[in-house]
C-alpha cells in the first residue's frame, strides 16, 4: 500500500537557522513527490516536486529537497529559516501512472524570532 | 490568468440540511479533485475526474456525497442531510495532464477552500 509519513507534527526552529521537515514515503515503482505549504487562511500552494533526475530539487521561497531512493524519503529543507515560512507543510506522493495523491498528515513549522 | 476558485468560502447549515460546494477550475485543466481537510488534520481524498473519463468516486465517505463536473469546467459537490460530521474544509484542485501519462507529473493547484460549518 501506498503512504506518506511525516514523524513530527511541529518542529520548531530559530530565524535564521537551517530547518529540515521529515516526510518518508511506500510506493510502488517510481515515486513522484512533491511538497507543499498551507499558510493561516490561505489555500495550499506548491512548493517543488521531484519526477527524475537530481535528487537535490530546488523550490519557492529558497526551499529544496533532497530525494534520497534508499531511504525512501524527501526531505524539506531551508539554510536559513524566516519568520514567514512558518506554516502547514504537507508531504505527498504518486506512484507510477497513478494520478491520486497520497498525502502525509503535515508538520507545523514555527520560526521564532 | 485566474487560480481555482471556489465558493461560497463560508457556509454555516444545519443539520439535516443540504449543501452544494462549487469549484471552478483553472482553464484548460482536465483533471479536478476534491478534498476534504478536518480541523488539524491533513487532506482526506473524495473525488477525481479526468476529462470524460468515469470519475474516481472511491474517496466519498458515504451515499450523501456526490459530486458533479460538466465537461473540464465548473464541478459542484453535494453533501445530502449534513451532519455534524461534516464539518470540515473542503477543497478543490485542478491540474493539467500535458502530454498522456503525464498527469502524475503534474502538481495541484488549490482554491481556497470552503469551510462548512453543521450546526
Known amino acids: 500500500a501506498q503512504s506518506v509519513a511525516q514523524p513530527e507534527d511541529q518542529v520548531n526552529v530559530a530565524e535564521g537557522n537551517p530547518l529540515t521537515v521529515k516526510c518518508t514515503y511506500s510506493v510502488s515503482g517510481n515515486p513522484y513527490l512533491f511538497w507543499y505549504v498551507q499558510y493561516p487562511n490561505r489555500g495550499l500552494q506548491f512548493l517543488l516536486k521531484?519526477?527524475?533526475?537530481d535528487n537535490l530539487v530546488k523550490g519557492s521561497y529558497g526551499f529544496e529537497a533532497e530525494f534520497n531512493k534508499s531511504q525512501t524519503s524527501f526531505h524539506l529543507k531551508k539554510p536559513s529559516a524566516l519568520v514567514s515560512d512558518s506554516a502547514l507543510y504537507f508531504c505527498a506522493v504518486r506512484g507510477d501512472g497513478n494520478y491520486q495523491l497520497i498525502w502525509g498528515a503535515g508538520t507545523k513549522l514555527i520560526i521564532k524570532p | 490568468g485566474a487560480g481555482v476558485s471556489q465558493s461560497p468560502s463560508n457556509k454555516v447549515t444545519e443539520k439535516g440540511k443540504d449543501v452544494e460546494l462549487r469549484c471552478d477550475p483553472i482553464s484548460g485543466h482536465t483533471a479536478l479533485y476534491w478534498y476534504r481537510q478536518r480541523l488539524g488534520q491533513g487532506l482526506e481524498f473524495l473525488i477525481y475526474f479526468q476529462g470524460n473519463s468515469a470519475p474516481d468516486k472511491s474517496g466519498l465517505p458515504s451515499d450523501r456525497f456526490s459530486a458533479e463536473r460538466t465537461g473540464e469546467s465548473v464541478s459542484t459537490l453535494t453533501i445530502q442531510r449534513t451532519q455534524q460530521e461534516d464539518s470540515a474544509v473542503y477543497l478543490c484542485?485542478?491540474?493539467?495532464?500535458?502530454?498522456?501519462?503525464?498527469?502524475?507529473?503534474?502538481?495541484?493547484?488549490f482554491g481556497p477552500g470552503t469551510r462548512l460549518t453543521v450546526l
Open positions: 521531484y519526477i527524475t533526475g
Open positions: 484542485a485542478s491540474s493539467s495532464t500535458g502530454v498522456p501519462g503525464a498527469v502524475a507529473y503534474n502538481e495541484q493547484f
